[in-house]
């Protein structure tokens, strides 16, 4: 017989047999312990999963619900498309018209080896691509394409139409490689304001240069103030007067007078950005030279009597002069084996406002001798006159003006008639726009100021004498020198000079440089424009004069006439009370002036 | 209840299954199209700028200039011509008077203010839609004026908006410029 127990133990026990319940379960002390310990493992590895689902529920949550940035969207940033950055920003006028823009102008090349393996005939294949450039030689392109070399420049700097051609020739091995050329859809229009790059697109002159640093490094546009309509008409106006008196060279920049502004500035003869002339020193010819100069920034002037608007406002500004002195003109000035003497001589005792209209060097030598060397060489240098004007070119291009190391008695009277004295043109019309403005000094810029912001300036000379100056520039267009610079409605105010070129330490005669600076309107100046004539020819109708009133005065009218509706300057009837009142001059009213 | 749950949870794993799936597939290939989408706009960008120099290049100022003298001929504007005060802009001048085709009817239908004597060639003018007015003539300065120019005031005052706003049909005497150079020297003569 079999006891219970054994009986349970048996592996062969029928399966629906339980032994019966009053069999003792004998506890194995140390089997229990192991199955406790299993359980508390189990349990613990549960509740750690549980924790890291939780973890992630939890994360999951939190980013798509509770997101800190809820308006950010949730796209994958990799996902964006985005153009590369051009090498070089846009350069563009200020009403947005492109000056400078990279296009590109991928380089075609050949994989001879890929075309002769797909069985192209490369006599054929080169005939199409003649066909489609017809500025390749046929031979040249059969070699290369023949040659089973897996790489040969075809050419480089292909247009968009030209790489269209080719590539709907569809042969294969033909490829292009991407490449961008800066161009300048402008041509010459302003080649020294704008400059231009070299094949490593870095500037090499003009803003190119000057905001090499700043034009690399960004996307949007760099708006420049210069507006082309004005510059076309500046550009078109000297050449004009260039061709007119066989000039060697004309040059010509207009300001805001209140911003600082360079609309527009030209200096002839000047180059296409698009293909530069050389600017090596070995390889550049003297006409290469010639164009890449520009007259505006580096070329240095003596540009006599238009220095008479400092000159008075010296005089007026410090008190030595008022608008009713008097200055004796009868006979010249000698020093030393020098004379000064008046071009066109009235011989008499003349008042101040006379000696600006009829530009009487005597008269002005005296003025400045009266207000004395110190007084004339730090107004000078308050106006700027003695130091590069501060603007957004390269050093190189901005050159430091000429003066006498020791201001001598001669170089005062001299300097009072803008000889001894080389600025450049730009410096003229920095100062000039603060003598008319009201007497406020600012830098002049070649970027676009936003509508209505101030820009800082330094006050150089009253409010009263500014008015001054302003009377007497519009004298010289009403009664002076420059009548031949009205324009009928917008009140044209300035002064001429025609000065003698200094060639190696001594005046010569018949080369001159004719200039006028002015303003308009004169009794609320907007703009200030200075133009100039490199070695001006007399003609016929000037009846052989070449001087400023003759060549560039008249000009300066057509250019006014022209650009004055663009610049937004509504014409005024200048014999209307308020204006004459505004511009008259007190001691000389019931006066006429005569000049002749 | 055990059987049931299993079959529960067995399609609910089959149905999120496929929903996941499918809308991991709407998503990628919503994300395919915007890809392409946005390589067609740069594309496009890049056409655009390219466009626009080739605008900029066929707008040189030089080549207007030398088109307009070679085809248009417009001159400069002169300062005369440009007016910069709304209240410089003179006055319409009165229209031409046109041929009285029973214009009493008119008046008495349209206004009722015959108080204030109007001259009726003039009202017949704005009323009538015969060959009295015209766009041009009355710009031009040599049309005779039919009527002071108060009760002209007066009578603007008094017509009722539509009435004025309706367009005459063409007018006879205004003969059409045949070409551009001739609309220009129309409109130059006339100021």
């Known amino acids: 017989m079999l006891s219970a127990q054994r009986l349970d133990d048996n592996p062969c026990r029928p399966r629906h047999f339980k032994p019966p319940p009053c069999a003792p379960v004998i506890a194995d002390p140390a089997a229990v312990e192991q199955l406790e310990s299993a359980r508390t493992r189990l349990k613990l590895a549960a509740s750690l999963f549980a924790l890291v689902f939780l973890v992630v529920i939890g994360r999951l949550v939190g980013v798509v619900e509770l997101s800190a940035t809820p308006n950010e969207p949730r796209t994958a940033h990799a996902r964006l498309v985005t153009p590369p950055p051009p090498p070089r920003a846009d350069i563009v006028d200020r009403n947005g018209t492109l000056l400078a823009t990279n296009l590109d102008s991928p380089a075609l090349y050949v994989n001879s080896k890929q075309m002769l393996q797909a069985g192209e005939n490369p006599e054929q294949a080169a005939l199409q691509i003649t066909r489609a450039l017809p500025d390749l030689s046929p031979a040249e392109i059969r070699g290369k394409l023949a040659s089973g070399k897996s790489f040969s420049y075809l050419k480089r700097s292909l247009t968009p139409q030209q790489e269209y051609l080719v590539n709907n020739l569809g042969i294969p091995g033909i490829e292009f490689s991407a490449a961008e050329k800066r161009i300048y859809p402008l041509g010459d229009l302003a080649a020294h304001t704008v400059g231009y790059c070299n094949v490593d697109n870095i500037g090499e002159a003009g803003i190119e240069r000057g905001l090499n640093r700043s034009i690399r490094g960004r996307n949007a546009p760099v708006m420049l103030a210069l507006d082309a309509r004005v510059q076309f008409v500046l550009k078109d106006e000297l050449q004009h007067v260039m061709d007119q008196f066989s000039a060697k060279g004309a040059a010509g920049i207009i300001m805001n007078v209140n911003t600082g502004e360079i609309v527009a500035m030209a200096s002839l003869p000047d180059f296409d950005p698009n293909h530069p002339p050389s600017t090596n020193p070995v390889t550049a010819t003297p006409e290469d030279k010639e164009r890449v100069f520009d007259k505006i920034t580096s070329g240095e002037y003596e540009l006599g009597s238009v220095f008479k608007v400092f000159n008075t406002a010296m005089a007026l500004d410090s008190g030595v002069s008022t608008m009713t002195s008097t200055y004796d003109a009868r006979s010249g000035i000698k020093i030393g084996r020098f004379t000064i003497e008046d071009y066109h001589g009235k011989h008499r005792i003349l008042s101040l406002p006379e000696i600006f209209a009829y530009s009487s060097n005597i008269g002005s030598a005296k003025m400045a001798i009266a207000a004395g060397a110190d007084r004339q060489k730090s107004f000078l240098d308050r106006l700027g006159l003695l130091s590069p004007v501060p603007i957004e070119l390269d050093k190189v291009e901005v050159a430091r003006p000429h003066f006498p190391s020791v201001w001598r008695p001669v170089n005062v009277m001299t300097i009072a008639f803008g000889h001894g004295i080389a600025v450049t043109p730009l410096h003229m019309v920095t100062a000039t726009a603060a003598i008319v403005n009201g007497g406020i000094l600012r830098p002049p810029t070649m970027l676009k100021v936003p509508e209505g912001e101030e820009v800082p300036g330094v006050r150089v000379i009253s409010p009263k004498t500014s008015e001054q100056m302003r009377k007497l520039m519009r004298l010289v267009v009403e009664a002076g020198t420059a009548k031949f610079a009205e324009a009928p409605g917008y009140v044209v105010g300035g002064k001429t000079g025609t000065a003698e070129k200094n060639i190696h330490g001594h005046y010569e005669e018949k080369k001159l440089v004719s200039s006028f600076i002015g303003a308009f309107p004169m009794n609320d100046p907007k703009y200030v424009m200075l133009t100039l004539v490199d070695e001006p020819h007399g003609n016929k109708e000037s009846h052989g004069y070449a001087t400023a009133g003759w060549t560039v005065a008249p000009a300066t009218s057509r250019i006014i006439q022209r650009i004055a509706p663009l610049l937004g300057v509504a014409p005024q009837d200048e014999t209307s009370p308020d204006i004459k009142q505004a511009l008259q001059i007190e001691s000389l009213v019931g006066k006429k002036l005569e000049y002749n | ?191």
Do not use: C
Not at chain 2, 142 to 155: D, G, K, Q
């Open chain 2, 1 to 191: 209840m055990n059987r049931f749950g299993g079959v529960f949870w067995f399609v609910l794993v089959i149905a999120s299954g496929m929903t996941n799936f499918l809308v991991k597939q709407t998503v990628q290939n919503l994300d395919e199209q915007l890809v392409k989408v946005r390589h067609q706009a740069v594309d496009e960008q890049r056409k655009i700028h390219d466009l626009t120099a080739d605008w900029t290049y066929l707008n040189q100022p030089e080549l207007l200039a030398n088109l307009n003298n070679t085809y248009v001929h417009l001159q400069q504007v002169s300062p005369k011509q440009i007016v910069s005060n709304l209240d410089d802009i003179p006055l319409r001048p009165a229209p031409a008077p046109s041929p009285p085709e029973t214009p009493a009817p008119l008046v008495a239908e349209a206004t009722p203010l015959p108080a204030t004597p109007i001259a009726p060639p003039l009202l017949a003018s704005v009323m009538a839609p015969g060959p009295a007015r015209s766009p041009i003539v009355p710009v031009s300065v040599s049309v005779p004026a039919a009527a002071p120019p108060p009760a002209r005031e007066r009578v603007a005052a008094a017509m009722p908006a539509p009435v004025r706003a309706q367009p005459p049909p063409a007018a006879p005497q205004a003969a059409k410029p045949a070409s551009l150079d001739a609309l220009f020297a129309q409109v130059t003569g006339s100021r």
